[in-house]
């Protein structure tokens, strides 16, 4: 009888095998898909920052005239730059954000691929790349 007992007191080495092995198979099927919804999460973040600076900026374009200078840049948008009488803003309600990586975003007036270009060079910080890496741009 005292065997018994003993063998319903704990599990068995096998049995706590068994759990961590299925614990471990689950782990491996959801976490790669739960990584890859989070950089495309981030990825949205960063089209809706540019989006949103994009705005600003065209207001800007209005009241002033034309885009700030590459010179000026983003930064334009929440400080009166010195040598611009008809500024009226800010045309932001915050300070310029940096990109969901922490990076700031990139601006350039005249544009090489429209009237302004606006990026986030990605997850890396570094010119191309894919997936998360990629270049987030105002003009796709």
């Known amino acids: 009888m005292n065997n018994k007992r ?66 000026q840049g983003l930064q334009s948008l929440v400080a009166a730059p010195s040598d611009e009488a008809r500024w009226t803003g800010p045309y932001l309600q915050k300070k310029v954000p940096q990109d969901p990586w922490g990076h700031a975003y990139v601006y350039r007036y005249p544009g090489e691929s429209g009237e302004y270009d606006l990026l986030s060079m990605g997850k890396d910080g570094q010119p191309g790349g894919e997936g998360e890496n990629a270049e987030i741009t105002s003009w796709q």
């Open 6 to 71: 003993r063998d319903q007191l704990g599990f068995t080495l096998l049995e706590l095998l068994v759990v961590l092995v299925v614990l471990g198979l689950l782990a491996g099927i959801v976490a790669p898909k739960y990584f890859a919804q989070l950089g495309r999460s981030e990825a949205k973040v960063a089209r809706a920052q540019i989006e949103g600076l994009g705005k600003a900026l065209d207001l800007y374009r209005l009241e002033v005239g034309h885009y700030p200078s590459t010179e």
